[in-house]
């Protein structure tokens, strides 16, 4: 018993010791945070205005968001749609020149979907599933700290496929 509690005592000081090396020479940090304002449309909707904002922190190249996005349709004559989204994202940042950047990103999130049933007797269905996003920023650096930029996005589900483009606005906590 006094042998395993020693191996074990030895391995988790191995571990912590080169954990904490990596640490050193790794950085986690709160990147960014972002919010646009746009237009997005779908499979079975004719247009509407949508809105997005992200988190994003980064750990060396890697960067990591949480991103919220939400949109209606705009359609006097037919029944109503909303859809709202909150994912994970992983992505990377390529820097073009010194003041313009892009950032890709994909992940996996909840896309739900809110409409009316004009077919039949008007009402309400909530669906809700799993979403594929895949976002891509076109940064323009106006200081270095602060961002704007177009910020098309798509989101892959099984209820129907959203698209949108946004112009966004993003605070750079670090470059």
């Known amino acids: 018993m006094k042998r395993i509690s020693l191996i074990l005592v030895f391995a988790l000081f191995f571990t912590s010791s080169v954990f904490s090396q990596e640490q050193n020479n790794s950085q986690f940090y709160l990147k960014s945070v972002s919010a646009g304002i746009g237009v997005t449309g779908g499979e079975e909707t004719s247009g509407g205005i949508g809105f997005n904002a992200d988190v994003t922190t980064a750990l060396n190249k890697n960067l990591f968001s949480l ?21 994970l994202l992983y992505g990377r940042e390529f820097s073009i020149t010194r003041v313009f950047k892009i ?5 996996v999130g909840i896309f739900s979907e809110n409409y009316k049933n004009g077919d039949t007797d008007f009402r309400e269905v909530n669906e809700s599933v799993l979403g594929i996003p895949l976002r891509l920023k076109l940064l323009f650096n106006i200081t270095p700290k602060f961002a704007m930029g177009i910020n098309p996005n798509v989101n892959f589900n099984s209820i129907e496929t959203i698209y949108s483009g946004n112009l966004i606005f993003q605070y750079n906590f670090r470059n």
Do not use: K
């Open 67 to 87: 991103a919220l996005a939400t949109g209606t349709e705009i359609d006097l004559f037919e029944a109503h749609r909303n859809f709202f989204s909150a994912d």
């Open 103 to 107: 950032e890709a990103h994909a992940g």
